[in-house]
Every structure is written in C-alpha cells, then in structure tokens.
C-alpha cells in the first residue's frame, strides 16, 4: 500500500547541516515535495522535485532523490533556529483525483 | 493575492454531533482538498473537489462529505462525530487545470481545529 517513512526527530547545533531522511512505496509518483509546518500553523511548501531528476539545489536547501532506493533527503545548510519546525515528506499520486501522500514528520530543533 | 482562509479556527463538540468546516480558496486556484491531521502525524488525504464535484476520495467514511460552490469555495461536513475525529482539519487549494495536474502544489491554510468530546 501506500507509505511514506520518514525518522521522527532530529537535533542539531545552530549553524551545522541538517539532513531529514524520507522512503517513499510508490514509483510512480511524479512530484516529491518537502512541506514544513510550525507550531500552529498550516503547511508550507518548502521544495518539490520531479520523479525525473536526482537533485534540486534551492538557495540552503539541496534535495536527493535515490529513485532505485525510493529515497529522497533534504539537506538544510548552516541551520538556523527559525529551522525548528515539522518536516514532511510527501508523494503525489494521480489515481482518482491528485492525492497527496504525506510521511509522519520530521521534528528539527536547532540548539543554540 | 488572498491565500487559503477556513473557518472556524477552533471548535468543540461533542460525540455525535454534526460539523460544518468552511474553505476560501487562493484566488484563481479551482481545485480544493481537505486532510486531516491527527495531533503527532502527518496530514490523511479525505477528498478533492473540482469543478464542484468530488474528483478523489481517500478511504474515510461516508459521514464525511463535502461541498464546493461556484466561486471555488468549499465546506467539509462530517455526521456523527467519533472521538477519533478530533483532529486539525487543513484545507489546500490548487491552480489545477482540468485532469492534467502541474507541479501540484498544494496552498494550506492553517486549518481548523476540532475537539471532540
């Protein structure tokens, strides 16, 4: 079925990267997005990449897309406390209408 | 350029009761999805409505239902109401164009929150 995995927690040092992990099921999805909520608040769309490509740069953000291992990573360079948020990996699946599949989450603090 | 409003912001009710969740879409944006985010997960897929009729539905029961008007706007309706509804309800618009999805961004707004009690 349907899944979107994705680690519940990271910590890092203010200024440091951050790298959030996200395993996705289906192969045929077309765009792969990052979204980030704060606390809240809705979601806002942070990146996306297509199926087709295997990296997407976007001023701090790098984004990895391991098609064969279904992997996607966001990198987030020199960390900022404003980073601390929720980070969901996401997977748009045109099966009846355009559905989002979202992951659990990713919870970033940025330490001091 | 108006972004994505819904109302109320908060709400209470209790097991069994009735709920009416309105949505205002982004201005020229004429497709409208609802998820709902359970404290602690990621937003569920409930429905998608286009052209106000329901375009994709993901696997919620029957007793949510849902409305778009002409003007794009749209209400999410749940009967019944099960403790397991408390959730933060999000509403996302789409410039959507036909059955042809672009980049499919999808435009929160920063949901409603439901109790129930």
């Known amino acids: 079925g349907e899944d979107v995995e994705q680690s519940l927690f990271l910590s890092v040092r203010e200024g440091d990267s951050s790298v959030i992990n996200c395993t996705y099921t289906?192969?045929?999805?077309?765009?792969l997005y990052w979204y980030k909520q704060e606390p809240g608040a809705g979601l806002q769309l942070l990146t996306y990449?297509?199926?087709?490509?295997d990296m997407k740069q976007d001023q701090r953000l790098t984004v990895l897309l391991n098609k064969k291992d279904k992997h996607l990573s966001l990198r987030i360079a020199d960390t900022q406390t404003g980073d601390s948020a929720i980070y969901f990996c996401?997977?748009?699946?045109?099966?009846?209408?355009?559905?989002?599949?979202f992951g659990p989450g990713t919870r970033l603090s940025v330490l001091p | 350029e108006t972004g994505v409003t819904q109302s109320p912001t908060h709400l209470i009710k209790t097991r069994g009761q009735q709920v009416t969740l309105r949505c205002s879409s982004q201005?020229?944006?004429?497709?409208v999805s609802w998820y709902q985010q359970a404290l602690g997960q990621g937003p569920q897929f409930i429905f998608q409505?286009?052209?106000?009729?329901?375009?994709g539905r993901g696997n919620f029961p029957p007793r949510f239902s849902g409305l778009q008007f002409p003007n794009y706007s749209s209400e999410l309706n749940v009967n019944a109401l099960e403790l397991d509804d408390s959730a933060l309800y999000l509403c996302?618009?789409?410039?959507?164009?036909?059955?042809?999805?672009?980049?499919?961004?999808?435009?929160f707004g920063e949901g409603s929150r439901l109790t129930v009690l």
């Open positions: 996302a618009s789409s410039p959507l164009a036909g059955d042809h999805p672009n980049t499919g961004e999808l435009f």
């Open positions: 289906d192969s045929s999805s077309t765009y």
């Open positions: 990449i297509f199926s087709n490509m």
């Open positions: 996401a997977e748009s699946m045109w099966d009846y209408g355009q559905n989002f599949v």
């Open positions: 201005s020229g944006h004429n497709t």
């Open positions: 409505y286009y052209r106000e009729e329901e375009n």
